[in-house]
């Protein structure tokens, strides 16, 4: 997902800036996340692209505090506006590349963790930019509370025969795992913009849920 620089886009996002947008210093939030959202507990989706899942699941669940992370400043636009639309008060989007995750985040201080229709990364060469590399469930591993769990989905079956030999690499626990999500009997409360358009094409849904 890639748009054109649109200034107005830029401009108009600075009035979400440090209300429904957090940007710079994230590391400021480490270990304070309770303070700054509420004392509930914290899912996170990396790669939120323009945020149909995390407000959606963040209106189904207001038990729990979301944080949305998208790395395409203009992207972040379109999940703030939707947040502030909404009127959401447990979810923010932080705009910044997940690749220092430990930096941001405490050990054990995300409940649950959201991956979908991640960048599939084809080449070899780039496979440790993948958000399912070794590097990226090291982290995982870090923040998450014991026993926490990751959901994954994606339409990519390159990407999805990757990160199941990652996730077993790993050691983690499947407690889920299908081809084909849409026609399976496994919850999926809310779909992505990705996962709409490429559904909508008649594309396969690859889905998983491991255990750390
Ligand atoms: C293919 S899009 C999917 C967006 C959305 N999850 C969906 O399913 O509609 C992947 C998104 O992840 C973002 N992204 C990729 N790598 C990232 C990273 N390391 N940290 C934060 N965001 C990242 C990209 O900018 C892009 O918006």
Redesign the pocket.
Known sequence: ?RLRTNPRRLAALSDYEGKELLSGEIEKYKGKWRHLLGDKPLALE?????G??ITGMAALHPEINFLG????KE?CYYAVKKIREQKLTNVKIIFG???NLCDWFDTAEVAKLYL????PWPKARHAKRR?TYRTFLSQYKRVLVPQGHLRFKTDNDGLFAFSLEEFQEFGLKFIAQTTDLHHSAYENEVQ????KRFSGLGKNINFCEVVF
């Open positions: 997902m990396i790669g939120c692209g323009k149909a899942f992370i998208e790395s395409q992207v590349n997940a690749v979908n229709f991640s960048d958000l992505t913009e990705y996962e």
